[in-house]
């Protein structure tokens, strides 16, 4: 009994259990409670602090308050591994029949990989990846190390119509990730991904020798659960990130599962000299070519006739897409977009601070996208409401006023702005397009 | 209560075609325009402009126009404008009191369809307003535009725009990706048109580069008008967006380029041939010389880009030791003139012999 309570009391307060329950469970002290044995009552949280309010609001304040979360990250600009070299390795075993997750576990892991792999190439547009699948105790491989996002996913695709079966073996996964990794640059990161839906993993020899092989080649680890914590996964992830048992999670759910695949996208970060050695890399800038009205030619990667492309600047082969790395000369060939793409990982957007009452007096409507803001009077005549919210509003990240503030230009802006701004854009609309105050502001500070 | 439920389900289910946003920029930088003065005045600018936005209005009753203006040292909204800041009180009444008389002067044509009538007015009101407080001492500041500010400003304003259109499902999906719109071609359809008149913009790359990913992501395609100047960035982000740029020669004829290049949404683009670039430029500058760069070095720790490997091999943005790889090394040594080397040395060494003794 004293259990339940225990429980509802975590959820009167607005944390979302996912997040905490996430990072696992050996951190925490007192009761010892697993990932898979939280459930989230979301009836209660919002029948106990509505009250008599409306439902509708309290379940807007709770999912600003999920989005918030999501948004509230470290936004110290650290050093990270933004070329990677990851490999992607699927559980293919009987346990991934099960049905908790719909359709399958099976079929959900090869759609959220899908989603993931365009997700990684959009955000680390100069790196590598690799899949293998674990099935009947052998490690299989389904795609080998590549920068072509529709490559691996066409190969993903044909993995839907075989079934899983047999048992999983990590310690043959990890070996043949490591072959993978083996030949990859110093500079760039070496990561191993993998989704395990098993309890088990039947190995041919000792798995802790692998461990150690792992961590000797600068090899990192991350896992995704799909049933419970394995001790041996926990392990696993704790000795090849330098004690950081961060990179273990289970999921709970498949919205949760989404989450944790996805929140790897982020290029990890570089925690050690020697995780990554930094060196100067020769890389070509083409021009495009559009062949209107030209001559079609053949490409040197995939000797097809195709009108545009791009002339290697180093031995003037025609290549037709990009990134990639020249097949005549092994120049690496990019737009400088691909650069700018990955600059938002080096120069963060700060997190937007929740506007006081007040405070808030000072704007009527979003920086942004003039939307108008609730007014302080209105808001009054619906106190009930408030006061349902204050739990949630207390911990400082669902604002009060529906107001979220930029710390350096100190603009208001709306919810949806504040996730679009932090998700897609990184660029703040008030610190961007006003540059005449910045002076006098300045001024006044010193004053 | 049954009103409101008929009225939901009218703007729910679509009729006739899909409804198109169309966000112009206009760069109103007056140190460009100043050039212009002779072939294409400001004032003749925008009342061309105002024609295109009629037109965009008349092809469909539910399509929507908004427009930003990028100034010298601040982004602007022209329409809609602004809801007004109780901080400047006084600011905001004239403001109105100004409208209101522009208003009764003239909305009352009734000649003129009103929705037309009331963008003009709000637009050149707020142009009006926006040249009056820009002191001197502004125009004298800088001879750039706030080109970044106005796209963020842009972008949040069309998804805000187009989770209000959907309404449902935005709540399970704030930021459509790539893979989720991949799919539907239905839901508002946005378009960014920026009239620019700037050269340089350098020192806003990191932020213009971010809002064309965040415009890619959107799907929203950014075109350019050029009406002088050049600019690399926004032709790197039309051709990344998928978008029109035109740079024109003769300026005379904008109205024309305005309507046959950039009046069709993006549904209507895909059975028309449209104006594509010839070359686009995607070449580097580096960061020490600033100049272009067919093959450069890059760091990679910071992604910075120089034309030759810096000096002791120390990036000069982040300051790590950067290991430079095979660079540099000479080629390798024949073996046969080696040889011949140590016989020359042989012989060397048995005339040398007796110089200590010569010594």
């Known amino acids: ?52 309010g409306s439902i509708d609001s309290m379940v807007q304040t709770l999912r600003e308050s999920k989005q918030r979360k999501r948004l509230m990250k470290d936004t110290t600009p650290l050093q990270r591994g933004i070329i990677r070299h990851l490999v992607l390795i699927l559980d293919m075993s009987f346990a991934m029949v099960e049905k908790d997750m719909r359709p399958t576990r099976q079929l959900l892991t090869i759609r959220y990989a899908s989603e993931f792999i365009t997700e990684y190439f959009e955000q680390n547009p100069i790196s590598q990846l690799a899949i293998i699948g674990l099935r009947d105790g052998v490690a299989e491989m389904i795609s080998v190390m590549g920068g072509n996002s529709t490559d691996h996913i066409e190969k993903l695709k044909l993995q839907r119509g075989k079934e899983a079966a047999g048992a999983p073996s990590l310690q043959n996964g990890l070996e043949m990730s490591r072959a993978q990794l083996f030949h990859t640059p110093a500079h760039g990161t070496r990561e191993v991904l993998i989704i395990y839906g098993a309890l088990l993993t039947s190995d041919p020899g000792d798995m802790h020798k692998t461990i150690e092989m792992l961590k000797k080649d600068k090899i990192r680890v991350s896992i995704v659960g799909l049933a419970a ?198 660029n703040c609309a008030g610190c961007q397009s006003d540059t005449r105050g910045l002076a006098d502001e300045s001024v006044e500070f010193a004053a | 209560m049954d009103g409101v439920d008929g009225t939901d389900r009218q703007e729910g289910k679509q009729d006739g075609p899909t409804p198109s946003l169309l966000f112009i920029i206009l760069d109103t930088n007056p140190h460009a325009w100043a050039l212009l003065q002779n072939t294409l005045p400001f004032s003749k600018a925008i009342a061309n402009i105002l024609v295109f936005i009629n037109a965009h209005l008349a092809v469909n009753n539910a399509n929507q126009v908004a427009v930003i203006a990028s100034h010298s040292q601040r982004s602007v909204w022209l329409y809609p404008r602004p809801p007004s800041d109780p901080q400047h009180g006084d600011d905001s009444d004239t403001g109105m009191d100004d409208e209101n008389k522009t208003d009764t002067s003239n909305l009352s044509d009734a000649s003129k369809y009103r929705p037309f009538a009331l963008i003009e007015n709000s637009l050149l009101h707020s142009l009006r307003k926006l040249i009056k407080t820009t002191t001197e001492a502004d125009i004298k500041a800088t001879t750039s535009t706030q080109m970044a500010g106005a796209l963020t400003m842009a972008l949040s304003y069309i998804n805000k725009a187009t989770i209000a259109f959907l309404d449902t499902g935005a709540a399970a999906k704030p930021t459509p990706t790539a893979l989720d719109s991949s799919d539907k071609a239905v839901g508002l359809q946005s378009r960014i048109l920026v009239v620019s008149v700037s050269g340089d913009l350098a020192y806003q790359y990191i932020p213009i580069m971010n809002s064309t990913f965040a415009a890619q992501r959107l799907r929203v395609p950014m075109d350019i008008l050029k009406l002088a100047g050049d600019t690399v960035f926004l032709q790197q982000a039309a051709f990344t967006t998928r978008a029109v740029y035109l740079q024109l020669k003769n300026l005379q004829g904008v109205l024309q380029y305005l309507m046959m290049a950039f009046l069709p949404d993006q549904l209507a683009r895909k059975h028309l041939v449209v104006p594509t670039q010839e070359v686009v430029d995607f070449r580097a500058a580096c960061f020490c010389h600033r100049s272009v760069v067919d093959v450069g070095f890059v760091c990679s720790i910071c992604l910075s880009i120089f034309c030759t490997p810096p000096e002791g091999a120390i990036c000069l943005t982040c300051e790590t030791q950067l290991a430079l790889g095979d660079y540099g090394n000479k080629p390798a040594v024949i073996p046969k003139k080696k040889k011949k080397k140590k016989r020359a040395l042989d012989g060397g060494s048995s005339r040398a012999t007796p110089a200590p003794e010569a010594a």
Request: charged share 20%; glycine share 6%.
């Open chain 1, 229 to 426: 914590q394995v001790a041996i996964c926990a392990e696993l992830c704790k000795k090849t990130n330098h004690g950081d048992d961060k990179n273990y999670s289970v999921a709970t759910d498949d919205h949760h599962f989404r989450e944790l695949f996805m929140k790897l996208t982020t290029p990890p970060i570089t925690r050690t000299k020697e995780q990554s050695q930094a060196s100067l890399l020769s890389m070509g800038f083409p021009s495009r070519i559009s062949g209107a009205g030209q001559t079609m030619s053949f490409c040197v990667c995939h000797n097809k006739l195709c009108s545009g492309g791009y002339l290697c600047s180093r031995c003037q082969s025609k290549v037709c897409s990009l990134p990639s790395e020249c097949p005549v000369c092994g120049l690496t060939l990019i737009l400088s977009t691909h650069l700018a793409r990955s600059y938002h990982h080096l120069f963060p957007l700060q997190n937007w601070a929740a506007v006081s009452w007040k405070d808030a007096v000072r704007s009527v409507a979003c920086y942004a996208c003039q939307s108008p803001f609730l007014k302080l009077s209105k808001a009054k005549e619906k106190e009930t409401e408030i006061e349902g919210m204050v739990k949630i509003v207390e911990s400082k990240i669902v604002s009060e006023s529906g107001r979220y503030a930029c710390p350096v230009c100190r603009k208001h802006f709306c919810i949806d702005c504040d996730v679009f701004a932090h998700e897609v854009l990184h």
């Open chain 1, 1 to 52: 009994m004293s259990d339940s309570d225990g429980e509802y009391q975590a959820s009167d307060d607005g944390a979302n259990p996912n997040e905490e329950l996430a990072t696992g469970t050996t951190t925490k002290t007192g009761k010892q409670r697993a990932a898979w044995e939280g459930v989230q009552r979301s009836w209660a949280a919002v029948l106990d602090s509505a009250g008599d």
